[in-house]
């Protein structure tokens, strides 16, 4: 059998306020605690899903512009790939323009010369590969990326070929000089029955080679500068909404600790007025003394 002990009005009404009072520190306290006015559903459902949707946001874009990060990194190895055929296309042409004036032994030394640079500027090219993606090797190869959850919001980059068969063309140079239109192939040595026109006649194609190369090599770079803004802006915006899961969310801590010291001192005086509620009951007990 429960006994039902019945408490005066005032009591009551004293023990109310100090359950609240630490209902409220024990609020205050998991706010200073975890920094966060909002933690969960149940503290405010509106502004926590509201924050949520804004953190989940900032996440996806953040995982995007990790892919447009490693996406910059590959256009930029295949920027220094053309560079750096360029560069040897350069040389083949400082090749061709002393094969001019010289004898058909110092000729057989440069054709060798020359096909050795034609080798490795293919080798070059192979080379030019970025986790498993090679920009100048094929036309087929394409860098895609998408920067948010938009289907339109995307870029697509192909890829070249500049291999020396595909891009150093011989004609007008003749296929018995520049066979498979390969630079490597040129026979130095017939070029004595014909004069220093096929050496001329070479070297401007490799100087209209060295062109194409530089205007992929623009290509790539315009792309490059395309990602790194939307990179920046990516990076902005991820702070903005993550701001604005904050402004939600977060506490606000020097209020939330001027809280604390207020409820602490409610609660040392609410202990003080339950305790003179009581006194009356006290009074009674003494009767009995």
Do not use: C, P, W
Not at 50 to 58: G, T, V, Y
Not at 90 to 100: N, P
Not at 184 to 191: E, I, Y
């Amino acid at each position: 059998m429960t006994t039902s002990i019945t408490l005066g009005a005032a009591t009551q009404q004293n023990l109310l306020s100090l359950q609240q009072i630490n209902q409220n520190m024990g609020t205050t306290q998991n706010r200073l605690a975890t920094g966060l006015a909002v933690s969960s559903a149940v503290d405010d459902a509106v502004l926590f899903f509201q924050a949520q949707s804004l953190s989940n946001r900032a996440n996806d874009l953040t995982t995007r512009k990790s892919a447009m990060d490693q996406g910059v990194s590959s256009l930029t190895t295949a920027t220094q790939g053309v560079q750096a055929e360029i560069s040897i296309l350069q040389q083949i042409q400082g090749v061709l323009q002393s094969a001019k004036t010289q004898n058909a032994t110092q000729r057989k030394a440069s054709q060798t010369q020359v096909q050795t640079l034609a080798q490795q500027l293919n080798n070059l090219v192979g080379d030019t590969t970025y986790q498993g993606l090679n920009l100048v090797n094929s036309t087929k190869s394409k860098l895609a990326l998408q920067f948010s959850d938009s289907t339109k919001s995307t870029l697509s980059v192909n890829g070249f070929n500049m291999l020396v068969s595909k891009l150093v063309t011989g004609t007008g140079v003749g296929a018995s000089y520049f066979a498979s239109a390969a630079v490597g192939n040129l026979k130095f040595t017939a070029a004595g029955s014909l004069g220093v026109s096929i050496f001329d006649k070479a070297y401007n194609a490799i100087a209209t080679a060295i062109a194409k190369a530089q205007a992929n090599a623009q290509s790539l770079g315009a792309n490059v500068s395309l990602l790194q803004t939307r990179i920046d802006f990516t990076a902005q915006y991820t702070v903005t909404l993550n701001g604005g899961a904050s402004k939600l969310t977060v506490a606000d801590v020097n209020q939330e600790s001027t809280n604390l010291v207020t409820l602490q001192t409610r609660q040392a005086l609410s202990i003080q007025s339950l305790s003179i509620a009581t006194s009356s009951e006290q009074a009674v007990l003494r009767l009995f003394h």
